[in-house]
């Protein structure tokens, strides 16, 4: 139990936890003190906007109510009760205006300000300023993806104390000193890495903000739809602002087991990819002289039913992980009730022996070691882990990329994060966790980082279809490709050659044209209803933000599903409901929640035995070549202008002691080869890679697998 | 020793090798004269810092050029203890001689002249430093032999 | 007795080497010191009432009785020399560093053995080349001579930065960041340097303590003006005065006599017209409290700082309004930008007192400058831009009718025959300078 003291604020008495910043105790009196620099969330108050400025009984000077801790018996008189604090929060904001441009009007942060909403509050009504004002060139690109007004910067370090001191990448930096200081980045290049969009959010004026939404939507006239991102397995809670039925932004919507209001730049920029020029929105044909053709949904449903009864129960599916729970359960009964067919092509492997290790995401920041496995960057498969990572290393954890039993054994809090290849759906750290003994143990636990955002919810829904096994069968009928993420797996490629039909479910042209004999118009993420499941196996929540601009998924697989005497719900909620019987304990659509829960499987086993560790490969000559599919990839970033400039370069990486072995410089180009096939790349020394192992983004490896040499 | 490895030797000296970033950012700029991108970028890897860290470290002091300067620098105290008792006569002197401004590097790319804060050495004003080395007691006549010094240097 | 005790022995040769310093009884102290268990030489130090010559005059024994012991916390205690030196008007830690260096050493070693430190960083201004080869030559003798024991003693040389002086910044700057002050709690002897209990003392503080160990501190403590201003200061003495300089003296004498007996007073026939007293950060004095005594008490008593002992001498030539300014100018290039009516506020008033200068100011602008100044003093995350509110409000109220006088004048009424005419100010580091005055 910790502490509790007695705080008085203006007159009135809580009692919170020693220690409690006076924000937050003002809090639970009920009471607002009004901030700029102070953000929990970037760690303690630094008092430099000087907006919470109180009185404390005892101590003559002001003090800053953002670095001040509850201690018992304290008197803080607030704005509200003391002349001299109103006064000096009344000068605050004076000295904030003076050199603050009056261009609300223009400004898109105009309407949402915290700077606009105090001034109104507690701000002077008339300026006394009659000087010339700083001025700077505006607005400038920090990055493709952001832009910065320095004349609207009020300096609070916001924006600073994130780069680095949360996402640590230590690219936004202040320059100069006194009235002279800037916001910059070095020599002018862009801010980039994964998470530079938070800076857009944090900043509590219009100095950063996105270029994606300049000049696009005034407050009043826009909805922000509660809802969850698609676009990896963290499943972070976001807001999609919304105009006139089109997503004009993306916001963070601070689920602090999840994400606690991070988002990665992948989440924040990429739903421009909805209005890709490229888009389909009528199903097309392939006709034999003319290519392609668009037809008619009654044609495409008459093809799809025609093409389904040719293959006479010989139809594979293949999912990507980005299917709605509720999606990919009703392709699975139309293929697999309707059809008699049960062979599906999964994203990736699925395990259940890792739900007894289940812990939120929060859970990694408390840990006292986290071990990553895997060797794939975190931040590549699930940025916002990489975020509990490093506040966990910030708080005082052991992280490493090996595993030592003893470190893990000895710590009260262990976490084992499996990042990489070679995780089998997370079954090989459920067997480390197993073997450490991790299982029931407070505040730890084990997490694989899966390469697709609902792979588990698919599975699940696919599985929970029906109970018969595949049936054996030596050639395929039919091949639905359901999304653009099996549409570009080399795998499935490979399968449809050999299918005798193909039908495919994608959002964009040229991913499917040429081998596919029926398109049919894919959406995303933000134009559905329905569920998804993320990495901690969380059932969350998406709500359709904008319109799709064909009739989404559901609405043609019920009435396909009609035609093969299948009843399906057109409707997510339907669905759902259905499913959630069999799979998730009856429980009900509207009780997902708007900040879902960790759950767990409702009924599912306690514990489930993993699977055992496969034996330790000998070593091998060379350095093991580990493929990774890079966060800023696949089909809808390469549709977003804002996010090209992010895109990985044509690297190797590898560890500082394999490239000094090699004579091998950071930045030197060098030859990666394997059996004979060998590529050119930049070398690049990368701290968190270990001994042996060298990485290449997917699209940069070309035909290199396994081990590899690399030579200057 | 390159200047990597002078700048490491200098950082294990402190408990914390970041505490090494203004000695280090002093060696570069011994080495090159100012702090070019390269020089910012090589103490950033010596130190395993990002340059744009050290850029805004670098920026916040006075000490550090971010574009060449002159081989000899000029530097005169106009603080108000100095300012009492004439130095603007001395500083209108470099500038009449040597037919630049404050600020500015002649044309030569010998010598840059600047006008600075309190140097602490208010009773025997004015305080000039000449390549980072304090004159004591300068008068606005002593500036043409100061400058034929430096020019024979 | 001589009245030089810090500087003593060194009045008419610098005691630069070991040996000569060895020749005046240097290191005597220490090894007394080191004799003695640690909590004696901080109750020898409170018994002195040697108060901080850095400016804030805290009581330094004191100060040092709030670091706790080894024992109690897990990480090293960290001692931090304030050798930052940078405040207008002040030279005499310059002074002790090329004249006495090895008793800075000795006072450093005295203070690491009272709170059981082995860390000792002299943060020291990083204009000071000179200087800093002196006590880095100084430290490495001592070092070699074994005198160091298990302390170890790094000049670190700062960059050219005026709030590198102030303790918490100096903190920052030590660790390798932007020079920025810190909020204050937690205090630097609990949380300073690295997170860890750390003594910040003035260069002229540390060099006094073998002083105290010397002249034994009940004795200390009768020097000067006990109980409060106790022993002797280094006053800085510049400006319009005929003998300029650094002049150890017991606390208590009369600015007057500072001024007028030891100074040789306003030369070329010239009236003192105002001091600025303690430092650039703190309120002008106007000749008619010339008689007050140069001690803390007295100086309070009449709204003035010791500071750092400076005592500069404006003559009757100077224009007050460029004086503000060009004292503004420097807190404008001096702030450090993270507070907001510290990095807003110094250049405001700047703006100001160059429209007064200028003439085309209104009267209720004066109002409107104290005002300003009233919103910054107190509200401000350090000193910085109080020292700038206090000194400009000063030359507004005290010297009311000569800023008048140029509204009246429509520009400066000394046309160019103030003594600080067209002086320079450099403005935005790094970027344009400019002519202000
Ligand atoms: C803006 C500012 C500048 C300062 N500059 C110096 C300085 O150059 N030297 C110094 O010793 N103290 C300076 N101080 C005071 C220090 O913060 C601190 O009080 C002092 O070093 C403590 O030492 P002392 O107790 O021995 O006086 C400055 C304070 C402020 C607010
Ligand atoms: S850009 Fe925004 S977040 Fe950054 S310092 Fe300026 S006001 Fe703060
Ligand atoms: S919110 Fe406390 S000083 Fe900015």
Redesign the interface.
Known sequence: MTDLVRVTVDEREVHVPKGTGIVETALAAGIEIPVFCYEPRLGE???????C?VEIEGIP??Q?AC?TTATDGMVVKTARTSKKAS??QN??L???L??HPLDCPVCDKGGECPLQDLTFRYGPGNT??T??K?TFEKPIPISPAISLDRERC??C?RCTRFSEDVSEDGQLV?R??????VITTFEDEPYSGPFTGNVTELCPVGALLPTQYRFEARPWEIQNVPTVCGMCSVGCNVNATVREGKVKRILSRNHPEIDEGWICDKGRFAFSHTRAADRIVDPIKRVRMHGFEPVSWDDALDEAERLLRAAQGRVVVALSGSETVEQAYAMAKLVRVGTGSHEAMLPEEVTHSLDAYGLPLSAIRDAQVVVVLGDVSVAERAPIVDLWIKAARRNGARVLTELDDHAVRGADRAVLIWSGPGGRGGATVAAHAERLGLAGKEGCGAFYLPETPNGRGAADAWAAASDEEPAETESVGLLIVSGDEAANDPNVRALAEKAESVIAISMFHGLAAGWADLVLPGTSYLERDGTYVNLEGRLQRLRRSAMPPAPDELAWLSQLASRFGVELAPHAPMVFAELSERIYGGLAFGEVGERAPLRGYLGAPAHVEAPPLPEPEAATEGLQLVCYKPLFSGPAVERVDELQFQRPPAEVELARADAQARGIANGATVTVSHNGTSMQLRARIAKDLRKGIVRIAREHAGDLRGTVEVSA | MSLADEIQKVAR????S??????A??LAQEEYGWLSREAIEEVGEA?D?TPAYCM???????????EPIGRHTIEVC????C??????AV??SFERELDI???ETTADGEITL????????????TIV?ID???RQSVTPEDVPAILEELRNV | MSEALVLGGAEETPLRDLASYRAVGGYAQLLKARAMPPQEVIALLIESNLRGRGGAFFPTGRKASFIPSPEKVAK?IYITVNAD???????K??EIMLRVPHRLVEGCLIAAHAIQSN?VFIYI??????EYDVLQSAVDEANAAGLLGAVKI?V????????CGEETALLS????????P??KPPFPAIEGL?AAPTLINNVETITTIPVVLEVGPAEYAQIGAPPDSTGTRLF?????VAR???YELPHGLTTRHLIEDIGGGVPDGRSLKAV?MGG?SFPVMTPDDLDTKLDANSLGQKGYFIGSGVV????DR?CMVQ?AL??GQ?Y??????????C??????LV??LR?VENGTASESDFD?ALDVCD??I????CVLGDSDAMIVASCVTKFRDEFHAHLEHGGCPFGHDS????????S??????EVVV
């Open positions: 108050g630094i008092g430099a906007c000087r907006m400025i000077k002001l800053t670095t006064v000096g000068a605050t004076e000295f904030i003076v050199n006394r300023m000087f010339e700083l009020i300096l370090y202040a100069n000193r006194g009235a002279m200081s | 000296r402190y408990p914390e970041k505490s090494a970033i203004l000695p950012l002093r130190l810092l805004s470290v670098a920026s916040f002091y006075d000490l550090f050029n971010f106009t603080n108000v203890c300012g009492l008792v004439n130095a603007q500083l209108e401004a404050p600020g600047r006008a600075v804060e309190c140097l602490g050495g208010c009773s025997t004003p430093a980072q080395r304090y | 090293p030196e940078s405040e207008p008007g002040t030279f830690d310059r860390f201004r990083g204009e000071y080349s000179t790094l670190h040389r700062g960059a050219g930065a005026y709030i700057s030590l660790e390798g960041e932007r020079g920025q810190r909020s690295y800085c003495l510049s400006g319009n300029p300089g650094v600025m650039s500069c001498v404006l003559d100077t004086f060009r004292v420097f404008m290039h001096e702030s450090c930008g993270k507070c907001t009516p990095r807003v506020g110094t250049r405001w703006q100001m429209a409107l919103r910054i107190g509200k401000c995350l003594s600080l005419d067209g002086l320079f100010a450099p935005d580091q790094h970027a344009a300078h």
